[in-house]
């Protein structure tokens, strides 16, 4: 899964984990990962100010976070 923010934040989630690479500065940094075993992300999408991430797996739950 990818998503790309109004803030030049490309977010991509593979497997159990989600991942934030800043497009203006190279930089990449884990976002989030599900410590439950057989749980994965299955969702995420940025808010239109690309300053929010929902997030959300195969439980549905959806957890916020401040990027």
Not at 11 to 18: K, Y
């Amino acid at each position: 899964m990818l998503d790309w923010s109004a803030k030049n934040i490309v977010s991509v989630a593979l497997e159990n984990s989600v991942y934030l690479w800043n497009a203006q500065t190279s930089q990449a940094s884990k976002l989030y990962q599900i410590e439950e075993i057989n749980q994965i992300v299955t969702s995420l999408s940025s808010n239109f100010f690309g300053n929010l991430m929902a997030v959300g797996d195969s439980t549905g739950e959806i957890k916020l976070f401040d990027i």
